[in-house]
């Protein structure tokens, strides 16, 4: 993953490790109180060399903003619908909170959105080294 040039303008680009052509995009949505980021969508071009490895994308955006950031909690949510995303969440080092009942209505449904968090202590307990050294502002997410 990359971090844009452009400062806060642009969601961090996703690229496969040692390629820096773009295939797709990633963010963290800061909350106004500045401690808390939601970690939006992940977004991969069709065709993606990374396909199946959107955890290890938001991975690195958790580290980046439990450490840069200096961000306490960040959370995520699926359509609960979407059968493959725990496995992804729990892969991401985030655990489940809730279950919004019918939160919004798509092509004549309603569906419901499952809510997963972690906090920075607890997070940076598992982080792996790569992790750690962007948790330490060591590694800015791009490659030398």
């Known amino acids: 993953m990359r971090r844009?040039?452009?400062?806060?303008?642009?969601p961090p680009a996703v690229c496969a490790p040692d390629d820096d052509t773009l295939i797709g995009t990633m963010g963290l949505l800061i909350e106004d109180y500045g401690s808390n980021a939601m970690l939006t969508s992940l977004v991969l071009l069709p065709g993606s060399p990374v396909r199946g490895h959107g955890h290890e994308a938001g991975r690195l955006l958790m580290a980046y903003g439990f450490g840069h950031l200096d961000l306490h909690r960040i959370w995520a949510g699926h359509r609960s619908d979407h059968h493959s995303m725990p496995q992804v969440m729990h892969a991401a080092g985030l655990r489940p909170e809730a279950t919004l009942r019918q939160l919004f209505r798509t092509q004549g449904c309603w569906h419901d959105v499952t809510t997963y968090a972690t906090v920075a202590p607890e997070w940076k307990c598992q982080a792996t080294p790569r992790e750690l050294t962007i948790l330490d502002g060591a590694d800015s997410l791009a490659p030398g």
Do not use: I, K
């Open 4 to 10: 844009t040039s452009s400062g806060n303008s642009a």
